[in-house]
């Protein structure tokens, strides 16, 4: 049977704008569902917190603080977030739809991958990292099922900020097998986590694309949990032969079990992969691995063949080298290993001689001389310089027969102070012996200050910080009773301080001078009003009105926020007038006795007063009422009824 035909929200249409269309997938914190937005007609996913989970109010109000903060990581290889909301029982994040598969999905159906194809899967896992890490968050809970690869071959990190939400150290259940096998020795130990159990959970994917299989396993999560506390993760080369000892570096440096020892957060291990990518060999890079599960058969149509062919397929050029020069390179080489045409017979004209063919070998001959000699005996290859101090770059290109150009310098969040940012040209180029190769050296990242921004206006203070390359962060609004409203009171780093470029400053943005609210319940509506806005609060009238016996019809019988409390100047208070008390139908009681008469007046909502004067004094007869039975009363009034 199709479950997702028993789920209730698949064909249901959430908070008036986005068309839920079918189930994608059932997690521990929330459900994920294809969905359309109907407002601005574009598919995208739905994901729904269990309704158990939504009932814990500083959960949901966690969960969406991080959507919000999440929201504004804008990166191409993060999954975005475009809305969220509630509905009921149902707490909800509208995200980008990535059509494709899982990293689990291509390491299951493929199982070991090519050396090229993982640094190409893991880059972009890194970018979007180190995105993150550098505007404040962790991720905790990296990965294959949360790295995403589109049907263009884009990658995407998943669940960004929403694991901030929920502990995931504790939980030790076999439905977590699979996160365990990620988690940093110090996520288990002390429940500690900063940007290095993200840059260990990524040395730990690397090394199972590498060799399709993780590094520690077990029959139970507390085996593989007691492994990582205890084991280092083995180089890959040791379980696929002959695998790049470049590629064992990047794993245990990543994996290192002492977090100090790591690279720092994932602009660091970013840099490190470039620069062990770069000392790689094309044979290096496109090895097959023998774990690899699908080497032989053309993936056409195979659902992992999202991973661009140039990841996979094996290409005979150096690396950098520009594809389509090389190929025509290549079809001119040819012509002169192909045999030439045969002569075409010619009944007129004289006879070439043995000379005529002396001269024509002796000219191809020559010419396939000076082909080697501008390929190979006057040309070199640039060599890879990426990363490198410019002392290690200078003794590459002398190494290579190639002088020192040009040196220029700039900043850079991803490549390390005095190391190579590019060359030109860059690595794989062939050039002329003797010829120069210009430099661009890393400064670091561009540190700027965080400007003055107390006093300034929001939309200033956005701008200003925009100016010196900052990010305006999350806005919090506080009273003051010295800032104006919609100015800033203060930021967060704080004003001098240095910081690098793309940091993102969280403001706090005054709300003005406190108003106590008055309370105006039981007043009419229009007194309501004048007193409401003297006192510099905005005012809106519920649309329903609500009966109570309390007030009458017309005067305010509730107010939002409650009396008593604080408001800015201009926030708003809503009213909700009364219709009167409910009137009901008073029952005839006359000739009943006083026991009956009270029972059947009070069941029907109403309060009995007897008046049994000098003749009732011994009576058990009601006389009269004071409502006469099948007239309307308010609900709640008195009845009274007179007994002899």
């Known amino acids: 049977m199709d479950t997702t035909l028993q789920d209730p929200l698949v064909g249901q249409v959430l908070d008036g704008r986005y068309r ?22 574009r598919v995208l996913a739905l994901k729904v917190m269990h309704p158990s989970l939504a009932v814990d109010g500083s959960f949901v109000e966690r969960f969406i603080r991080e959507a919000k903060s999440v929201a504004r ?26 059509a494709g598969c899982t990293l689990r999905d291509v390491l299951r159906e493929r199982g070991a991958l090519q050396p090229r194809a993982a640094l190409d899967i893991l880059e972009p896992v890194l970018a979007a990292l180190g995105a993150a890490h550098r505007a404040g968050f962790v991720h905790r809970d990296m990965k294959p099922e949360n790295v995403l690869i589109g049907d263009d071959g884009r990658v995407k990190v998943a669940d960004f900020g929403l694991v901030r939400a929920v502990d995931t150290v504790t939980n030790t259940t076999g439905t977590v097998l699979g996160t365990v096998s990620y988690l940093a020795p110090e996520q288990i130990e002390n429940g500690t986590a900063d940007p290095r159990v993200d840059v260990y959970a990524c040395g730990v994917m690397l090394y199972e694309m590498l060799t399709g299989d993780k590094p520690h396993d077990g029959d139970s999560p507390a085996v593989i949990l007691y492994k990582h506390l205890h084991e280092d993760v083995p180089p890959p080369s040791a379980a696929v032969p002959g695998l790049a000892y470049e590629l064992d570096e990047m794993v245990a440096s990543a994996t290192a079990r002492t977090p100090e020892i790591r690279p720092h957060d994932a602009v660091a291990l970013l840099a490190q992969v470039r620069d062990g990518r770069g000392r790689l060999t094309v044979e290096q890079l496109d090895a097959v691995p023998p774990q690899a599960l699908a080497a032989d058969h053309d993936n056409t149509d195979d659902r992992t063949s999202v991973i661009p062919r140039a990841l996979t397929t094996p290409r005979p050029l150096p690396v950098n080298e520009d594809d389509e020069g090389s190929a025509a390179a290549l079809n001119r080489t040819s012509r002169f290993e192909s045999p030439p045409p045969p002569p075409s017979r010619r009944r007129s004209g004289p006879r070439r001689g043995p000379m005529a063919i002396v001269v024509a070998v002796l000219l191809v001959l020559g010419l396939g001389t000076g082909i080697w000699y501008i390929n190979s005996g006057q040309f070199t290859e640039v060599p890879p310089l990426l990363a490198k101090t410019q002392a290690q770059a200078e003794d590459r290109l002398a190494d290579a027969g190639l002088e020192l150009g040009k040196v220029e310098h700039a900043y850079s969040d991803t490549v390390e102070r005095g190391t190579v940012i590019s060359s030109d040209p860059k690595a794989g180029t062939r050039i002329r012996g003797n010829d120069a190769v210009s430099l661009t050296i890393s400064d670091g990242p561009r540190n700027v200050r965080v400007p003055a921004l107390e006093g300034e206006r929001l939309d200033k203070a956005r701008s200003l910080l925009k100016q010196d390359g900052l990010e305006p962060g999350m806005v919090t609004r506080e009273f003051s009773e010295d800032v104006p409203k919609g100015s800033v009171i203060s930021a967060r780093p704080a004003d001098g301080t240095k910081v690098r470029t793309g940091t993102a ?5 005054s709300k003005g001078s406190p108003i106590d609210i008055p309370d105006v319940t039981g007043s009419d509506l229009a007194d309501a009003r004048s007193e409401l806005e003297d006192a510099g609060l905005e005012v809106k009238v519920a649309a329903e009105r609500v009966t109570s016996s309390e007030f009458d019809k017309g005067q305010v019988a509730e107010q939002s926020p409650s009396p008593g409390g604080r408001a800015a100047e201009g926030d708003t208070v809503t009213l909700t007038v009364s219709k009167g008390p409910e009137m009901i139908e008073v029952p005839d009681v006359v000739g009943d006795s006083v026991d009956d008469a009270t029972r059947e007046l009070e069941s029907a909502g109403f309060q009995v007063e007897e008046d049994r004067g000098l003749l009732g004094l011994f009576g058990d007869t009601v006389k009269d009422q ?3 039975g099948g007239e309307t009363a308010p609900k709640g009034s008195t009845i009274t009824i007179k007994i002899r």
């Open 73 to 98: 990581l804008a990166h191409p290889n993060v999954v975005q977030v475009f809305d969220q909301g509630t509905d009921g029982s149902y707490v909800y994040l509208a995200m980008e739809y990535v």
């Open 505 to 509: 400053v969280a403001l706090v943005v």
């Open 20 to 41: 839920v269309d079918a189930r994608i997938a059932v997690g521990g914190m929330a459900t994920v569902y294809r969905a359309v937005d109907t407002r601005l007609d």
């Open 626 to 628: 004071s409502v006469k």
